[in-house]
């Protein structure tokens, strides 16, 4: 059984940052492929940001690219996500989702196996 686990949310100001880090334990290799997504109230979950399998390559969302920065240590089975630069609209509950898979960029939701339970993120204006 494979589980992650987020954490690093919180409450900051608009301009503020944030690291979320995603650390996953159980039936694991350290190769896969991981990924952030974001839900507000009332809206549908979206994709924010992938990495492949080796870290060599990402991609990010329009909304987050040049503010958010995706990362990993596979020797630590731990995603990153250092959020810079925050808007009062990346309010959310932010979501990790592994592929055990893949060792390519995941950007569909729906192809993702596991998935953490979500940590708050709220940017106060």
């Known amino acids: 059984q494979v589980q992650l686990v987020e954490s690093g949310g919180g409450l900051v100001q608009a301009g503020g940052s944030l690291r979320l880090s995603c650390a996953a334990s159980?039936?694991?290799?350290?190769?896969?492929?991981g990924g952030w997504f974001r839900q507000a109230p009332g809206k549908e979950r979206e994709f924010v940001a992938a990495?492949?399998?080796?870290?060599?390559?990402?991609y990010y969302a329009d909304s987050v690219k040049g503010r958010f920065t995706i990362s990993r240590d596979n020797a630590k089975n731990t995603v990153y996500l250092q959020m810079n630069t925050l808007k009062p609209e990346d309010t959310a509950v932010y979501y990790c989702?592994?592929?055990?898979?893949?060792?390519?960029?995941?950007?569909?939701?729906?192809?993702?196996?596991?998935w953490g339970q979500g940590t708050q993120v709220t940017v106060s204006s």
């Open positions: 989702a592994a592929d055990f898979r893949s060792w390519a960029i995941v950007e569909s939701k729906s192809d993702y196996e596991y």
């Open positions: 159980g039936r694991t290799f350290s190769s896969y492929a």
């Open positions: 990495i492949s399998g080796l870290g060599g390559n990402t």
